[in-house]
């Protein structure tokens, strides 16, 4: 006991010490430390279960991150920061109780200019928040993640997130123009420029992506796009996923890039159309939504492309929405996909890969062979215009031994996309959940450039530590996905 | 790749030249070397390895010509958005990091790198990023490499984003202002100002280009065969447009005649680009002379 005990008492000494400092900084009232908060932030929408959060501190300005940062590390202390915890790869959960920075309370839009098209925001503005604010403007923030009811910009900026617009207008990161960020040393940078492309290093560019591990961004400046002008939806529906996934890339061989192009098989169809009456076709292997913008006389020339196209490659029907009701009530089934799926059964988990285009087909039916082998349910609703899978496991934690299957499935789903020249996330990041897997993607020379890229922003290690890169060190009681106790998505 | 691997080596100051059009951009790569050991010029691979129309995608050697690579693109419809004067190179394009006129509508060189495999100051072959057109891998390598004059690495062989040819472009002027054009119309390929006249690029199918051309002529722009002709020197836009100037409006880079010095640096920030510059390249053995800290825009 002597040893353990000692340290133990050390290390509570330490936290008290760390907790003191903290609340000298930003006031006690702000820093939790109770196990109510600790547990709040324990996960994140992620099926990784067991981090442990240690204090908990909610900023509410700049300089308050900054001295949250600066009395995390002085104490050796790692940090993480916090958005909506909507992250799906275990990005926020904390490992071995570090400080918790939440930005809850950095949610104002600081400044819209409308003339040159660009706002700045605090990090906890949430992604649908800054659209509905800009309604009537004739402008936009492209960045649609399917989580963006909830999700936060700065989440986005970690994770450099995506959605089903970002097939034509591109992921977070082309969106953001500059970044004030607080080192993990404590100081106060802006990276970018709001109007041309900063000098130097693209330290803006290597930021968005980071989940957490450069710092923490406290001011954005996104770049606002313009509503198209010309807005056309269709569905299509196909008897064989194969023919839907053909589809995907004759459009795009034939020079047509949509606004958008989702597609949902059997599964996700049988799971969302009771909900949403959205009007898929329930017998059909596949529907794909293929979205056209821009001005009006072109958006019907590749109406009709796409549509030829699609009957071209075996589309049963070809619907264009003739109203903006109806095109709402299309996008309400995609949107709600996950909500419904959550009726079927209690667990589920939502994987995430990217595949060649062009071979999005056959990687969908080696996945599902490989997952009915391991006795579980997957569904695939994903961005096929850009090879974006989503493969959706569900299951039923309680069942004994199903997690051990899960595990086993997202190993497989991982291997198959490597195989067919993909790689390991398009938007969900890799935080916790797939560190592990990146070495087999990437080679020790490879992982060792990434990391001297970290070691520059983060030269003592203390900035969410253990996520993206594979280390030896374990993230506390988080012990890989074969032992997580239970489905989470509630 | 190997061949490249071998020349660029694990030892002594090398630079690496491309078409040698922007070659003392940033100073020269030369510079150290004027008293200090030898430069070794390297030259990365050529040639097209594989474009691959329906993934929007090429793998190229850096070393190739952009005209070289527009010829092989165009026959499938392709382009990349990546420009530079006669001569340049895909790897050189890249490591300046300059973006098209274009940049509204076709995006910027930053974003067109998916994969590079490099040399890195070790000796040893790296890649950064990957192949597929969406990708959140882990750090993304490939924004910090363009842009970075070859400091940080060598560019090899990489993959770039392809994207389709428009059907039409044409460039209008007239006397209207900036802001006016861009509010008439949705997302112009580029929009240009001397200080008296106004150069917007159209792009897209005729028929969006003829209706825009439409509207834009009942506001009293005219057809014209190009854009002004751009002054050598790159600034960014600080509230005034020099004599003999032009700017691209909705970028903020500014084309003039006569050098501006590069915009000052906060101390932070720079020596964050150091830590980065000295964990790639701990000897200082990559183009030693050169800094992008120096370049103005
Ligand atoms: C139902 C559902 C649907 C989803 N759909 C999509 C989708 O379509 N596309 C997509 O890309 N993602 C999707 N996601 C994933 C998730 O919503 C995104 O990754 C989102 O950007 C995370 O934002 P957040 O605010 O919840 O961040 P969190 O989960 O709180 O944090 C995510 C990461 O960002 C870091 N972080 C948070 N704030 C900051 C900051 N200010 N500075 C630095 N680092 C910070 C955290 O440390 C963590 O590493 C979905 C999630 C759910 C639950």
Known sequence: ?490 | MERFRDEVGADGAVCVRGGGTRWTLGMSPYVEADEGPEVRVVTAPQGIQKHDPAEMTVMVGAGTALTDLAAALSLHGQEVALEGPPGSTVGGTLAVGHSSVRRPRIGAARDTLLQAECVGADGALFKAGGPTVKNVTGYDLCRLLVGSLGTLALLGRVILRTRPVPEQTIWMTGGLLPSDVLAACYRPAGVLWDGTSTFVRLEGYSSDVRDEAQSLALLGLSGVDGPPSLPMHRDRWRGTLPAGGVLEVSTGVLHRPDPAPAAPVAPAVRALADRVRAGFDPRGRLNPGRDPYLVTA
């Open chain 1, 1 to 490: 006991m002597g040893q353990n005990g000692r340290m133990a008492a050390e290390t509570d000494r330490g936290t008290d010490l760390l907790v003191a400092d903290l609340e000298a900084a930003i006031g006690s009232e702000r820093v939790a430390v109770g196990g109510g908060a600790r547990r709040l932030y324990s996960r994140d929408s992620s099926i990784i279960a067991g981090g442990r959060a240690g204090p908990v501190c909610f900023a509410e300005s700049t300089d308050d991150v900054a001295a949250c940062v600066r009395v995390a590390t002085a104490h050796g202390r790692a940090f993480v920061a916090r958005g909506a915890g909507t992250g799906l790869s275990g990005g926020a959960v904390p490992c071995n109780e570090p400080v918790v920075i939440v930005t809850t309370r950095m949610n104002r839009i600081l400044e819209v200019d409308l003339d040159r098209r660009l706002a700045w925001v605090e990090p906890w503005v949430v992604n649908l928040d800054l659209t509905r604010h800009l309604a009537g403007s004739g402008l936009h923030f492209a960045p649609d993640p399917s989580s963006q009811q909830a999700c936060t910009i700065g989440g986005n900026v970690a994770n450099n997130s995506g959605g089903p617009h970002c097939l034509a207008y591109g992921v977070t990161s082309a969106h953001v123009v500059a970044l004030e960020v607080v080192l993990p040393d404590g100081s106060v940078v802006v990276l970018g420029d709001e109007l041309c492309d900063a000098t130097g290093y693209d330290l803006r560019g290597v930021f968005v992506g980071s989940e957490g591990t450069f710092g923490i961004a406290t001011r954005i400046a996104v770049r606002l796009t313009p509503d198209p002008p010309a807005v056309r939806t269709l569905l299509l529906d196909f008897m064989d996923i194969a023919d839907a996934a053909e589809t995907v890339s004759a459009i795009i061989a034939a020079g047509v890039v949509p606004a958008a192009m989702e597609m949902m098989d059997q599964g996700v169809v049988a799971a969302v159309e009771p909900f949403v009456g959205a009007g898929y076709p329930l017998d059909a292997a596949a529907v794909l939504i293929v979205e056209l913008d821009g001005l009006p006389a072109g958006v019907s020339l590749e109406v009709d492309l796409v549509a030829e196209m699609g009957r071209a490659h075996g589309a049963r029907t070809v619907r264009v929405a003739a109203d903006e009701e109806e095109r709402a009530r299309i996008w309400k089934g995609r949107k709600n996909a996950f909500g419904a799926i959550a009726h079927i059964k209690p667990g589920y988990y939502l994987h995430d890969t990217v595949v060649p285009r062009t071979r999005l087909a056959e990687v969908v039916a080696e996945i599902n062979e490989a997952v009915e082998r391991l006795d579980l349910i997957v569904m695939h609703v994903f961005h096929a215009g850009d090879g974006n899978l989503h493969p959706l496991l569900v299951f039923d934690p309680r069942e004994p031994g199903v997690m051990d299957r899960v595990a086993a499935a997202g190993e497989e789903i991982v291997r198959i996309s490597l195989a067919a020249g993909g790689v390991l996330s398009g938007e969900h990041g890799i935080g916790l959940e797939k560190r592990r897997f990146m070495p087999m993607l990437f080679t020790p020379a490879d992982l060792a450039a990434q990391l001297r890229l970290r070691r520059a922003f983060d030269t003592q290690g203390l900035a969410n530590p253990l996520k993206i890169l594979p280390t030896s060190a374990s993230c506390g009681d988080v012990m890989g996905l074969g032992t997580v106790p239970e489905g989470v998505w509630t």
